[in-house]
């Protein structure tokens, strides 16, 4: 028995070695990366099918933004190209705000808004002074139980007050998931939906619409904008199923049409939308630096082309082809394709140091290649 035992452990040894040898091989190595290979090929086979499946929902979104897009016109006075508000900032959040308020004027919002904690508006005032900021905004922390009803009143006071200057709220970024916060915040969503404003929902807005459908459901003028993590909390939550890429566009509709007709903006490697009736998608190529913060310069961008996409659904000749499109997916369109050419733009200048500011800075160029204001 010691004989034999010892005879398989030398066998065992000299396989070991052998699979080490091998491994260490030019041979084995070859193997390998033939494998690779072909694995990276059938992806890529796959991935190719999927892109040639979407560009069948693909609009030509530069004529989308020169349609939307207004003239730069005398006559006319400060607010009428824009007035938006961004509800988010909290102590550990002051970027996320900024970066979607500067963005609503880098695109051509003549007004801006915060509306943030205490803690975070000295923060984000000191960022620029273009922006319009609001510490109205309190956390559990700062407020005992008994006031919490007293102070919940009087955040919603003083939103109140501005709230019918606004043309599209941008519920998220920023925010933070405090109890309180967030329950002043569904209060304020609720108001922007008895007076018909458009609320576009980023960030940690997706986290309390998630957990609380009923804030957007049946809501036509509310986008949502989730990246892949956010969309697959949604699909759970909504579809009750795991996400379906085979048929995305389809999932997406369906999505959609089972919120109430809210229009979602799913990013991804092309940005799928829908209404719950139609299905765009936006390719056009942006940038492999994939720095925080380009979520929520979309955001903002979307909230003033769909603030211009409802001028113009209004005013557009019925034959023509875009007044038929609902202008939250006008304004998703053209928020995505302007993002993604500055993205690009961007990256092409600074490449691996490209951050969000970068970006901003582009925002402008890029419309006016597409839409120049003269």
């Given at each position: 028995m010691l004989m034999k035992h010892g005879m398989n452990s030398q066998i065992a040894f000299f396989n070991c070695a052998k699979t080490c040898i091998l491994a260490s091989s030019s041979v084995f190595r070859r193997q390998q990366f033939l494998i690779r290979s072909l694995g990276s090929s059938i992806d890529h086979q796959t991935h190719s099918r999927d892109m040639q499946a979407l560009r069948s929902f693909e609009i030509d979104s530069e004529s989308v933004i020169r349609a939307i897009t207004p003239a730069l016109d005398p006559r006319r006075h400060k607010g009428q190209a824009g007035n938006i508000a961004v509800i988010g900032g909290?102590?550990?959040?002051?970027?996320?705000?900024?970066?979607?308020?500067?963005?609503?004027?880098?695109?051509?919002?003549?007004?801006?808004?915060?509306?943030?904690?205490?803690?975070?508006?000295?923060?984000?005032?000191?960022?620029?002074?273009?922006?319009?900021?609001?510490?109205?905004?309190?956390?559990s922390y700062n407020v005992r139980e008994e006031y919490k009803g007293s102070i919940l009143s009087k955040v919603l006071a003083e939103v109140d007050k501005w709230m019918e200057r606004f043309d599209c709220l941008v519920v998220g970024p920023?925010?933070?998931?405090?109890?309180?916060?967030?329950?002043?915040?569904?209060?304020?969503?609720?108001?922007?939906?008895?007076?018909?404003?458009?609320?576009?929902?980023?960030?940690?807005?997706?986290?309390?619409v998630t957990n609380n459908i009923d804030l957007v459901s049946g809501y036509a003028l509310a986008v949502l904008t989730p990246n892949v993590n956010e969309y697959k909390r949604l699909v759970q939550k909504v579809l009750k199923s795991e996400v379906n890429d085979v048929d995305a566009p389809q999932e997406l509709r369906s999505l959609a049409k089972q919120i109430g007709g809210v229009t979602i903006l799913r990013k991804g490697n092309s940005d799928l939308i829908?209404?719950?009736?139609?299905?765009?998608?936006?390719?056009?190529?942006?940038?492999?630096?994939?720095?925080?913060?380009?979520?929520?310069?979309?955001?903002?961008?979307v909230a003033v082309f769909l603030s211009w996409a409802r001028q113009f659904v209004l005013a557009a000749d019925p034959n023509s082809?875009?007044?038929?499109?609902?202008?939250?997916?006008?304004?998703?369109?053209?928020?995505?394709a302007i993002l993604r050419k500055a993205a690009s733009l961007a990256f092409s200048n600074k490449k691996r140091s490209t951050v969000t500011g970068d970006i901003i800075e582009c925002l402008g160029g890029s419309l006016e290649d597409i839409c120049p204001a003269s």
């Open positions: 909290c102590r550990e959040y002051t970027g996320a705000p900024y970066f979607a308020a500067i963005s609503a004027l880098k695109i051509g919002a003549d007004l801006s808004h915060v509306f943030c904690t205490k803690d975070a508006a000295p923060v984000i005032k000191s960022y620029s002074p273009e922006l319009i900021v609001h510490p109205v905004l309190e956390e920023g925010l933070g998931r405090d109890p309180f916060l967030l329950d002043c915040v569904s209060e304020i969503m609720r108001h922007a939906r008895q007076s018909n404003i458009p609320i576009v929902i980023d960030g940690d807005g997706l986290f309390l829908s209404d719950g009736e139609t299905v765009k998608s936006v390719s056009i190529y942006g940038s492999p630096r994939r720095c925080g913060g380009q979520g929520d310069i979309l955001s903002g961008s082809n875009l007044s038929y499109l609902n202008p939250t997916v006008l304004g998703c369109i053209a928020g995505s």
